[in-house]
């Protein structure tokens, strides 16, 4: 266990140079969508903001994949000065604090901004950490259910961080960026679309004009957030309509209640296209289809008569007889439709 003072020390330096109210949350979504707190509440939120939106000093990587102090141990990588520990599936995040931040933005050094992320994108690749993590958001220090370990106290000078990562040959290789869009769609396209989507279906009750507005004010404040913190800033506003338009118009069609699923039937939208069995035969397929057309067709005759049981109780209160053409006056379902299901009002 590191001495109290070391504990201190370090917490100190994560915090000195933070944001004096960062995002902040107990979800990714929570944080990105502009939720802030003084730093001293914010280090206890599960997620926070460690770098102001004008200079850098926490250099964070995600090692979720991957044991950080192993990689240390086994001499790829300088020791973090901590790591923040999800004790609940041992993921970590590395800190690397810097003595001297650097400022990035307005009338900073570009050339000192690159020095500075060719370190913290060799520090990705000496710890195989996560490329796809956006460098905004970090585990909470002193968050509940996580564990502040405390590597080494000293904090680093940005040069003896590089010559300890060789930073002369590792900046011959792909930046970070590049190897991000080689390898993966841009995060923040994601990151606004799960956001957007978690949003709509919890309003899915919403009608569609209702839930659009409130999915747009909130993609509009995300892409606020996207523009003060995220390297690459804000999307544009077609990108915004494409994503809250689509997302609400697959939440429109599929709003009703969970729909029952055939015996074995495998989602295969949620399937990566490299993991997707082959189509199953012709034959199979049309019973399929039959099957689902026939749970179709058992919902649909439920809902007629839920709603047929409804307009005979709605008459029966107000005194009025019950007949055929009170009920499509009721129910607006076609003459053909209440005479198909007699049994339920006429008895």
């Known amino acids: 266990m590191p001495a109290p003072r070391a504990l201190q020390d370090v917490l100190t330096a994560i915090t000195a140079n933070a944001p004096a109210w960062p995002l902040c949350g107990a979800t990714v979504h929570q944080a990105g969508a502009g939720f802030r707190l003084p730093t001293d509440q914010a280090v206890q939120q599960t997620y926070w903001q460690p770098n102001a939106r004008g200079k850098i000093h926490a250099l964070v990587a995600d090692c979720d994949a991957v044991d950080p102090i192993t990689r240390v141990l086994q001499g790829h990588a300088p020791a973090p000065n901590a790591v923040v520990w999800n004790m609940n599936n041992d993921h970590g995040h590395a800190l690397y604090l810097l003595s001297e931040p650097v ?37 909470g220090p002193l968050a509940p259910g996580h564990l502040l370990e405390i590597v080494r106290p000293e904090l680093y000078d940005l040069h003896e961080l590089a010559r300890a990562l060789r930073l002369p040959q590792r900046t011959q290789q792909p930046s970070r960026a590049q190897r991000q869009a080689a390898s993966a769609a841009d995060s923040r396209n994601r990151a606004l679309f799960d956001s957007v989507r978690q949003l709509a279906y919890a309003h899915a ?7 659009y507005a409130l999915l747009e004010r909130h993609a509009q404040t995300f892409n606020q957030a996207l523009a003060q913190e995220h390297p690459r800033g804000a999307l544009s506003a077609s990108e915004l309509r494409s994503v809250v338009g689509s997302v609400n118009r697959w939440t429109g069609r599929n709003q009703g ?23 199953a035969p012709a034959a199979v397929q049309r019973a399929r289809q039959a099957d689902a057309g026939r749970m179709t067709a058992e919902r649909r005759a439920e809902q007629t008569r839920q709603a047929l049981r409804a307009g005979v109780a709605q008459l029966q209160s107000q005194g009025a007889p019950v007949t055929a053409a009170a009920l499509v006056a009721v129910t607006r379902l076609p003459i053909r439709t209440v005479y198909d299901h007699s049994d339920v009002w006429n008895v």
């Open 103 to 139: 400022g990035r933005g307005g009338r900073s050094s570009a050339r000192a901004v690159e020095y500075a992320e060719a370190v913290w994108d060799s520090i990705d690749q000496a710890l195989q950490a996560d490329l796809h993590y956006t460098r905004l958001l970090s585990r």
């Open 205 to 211: 009750h919403l009608t569609d004009l209702a839930r």
């Open 257 to 279: 209640s969970l729909r029952p699923r055939l015996a074995g039937a495998v989602d295969r939208s949620r399937q990566h296209s490299r993991e997707r069995q082959s189509a």
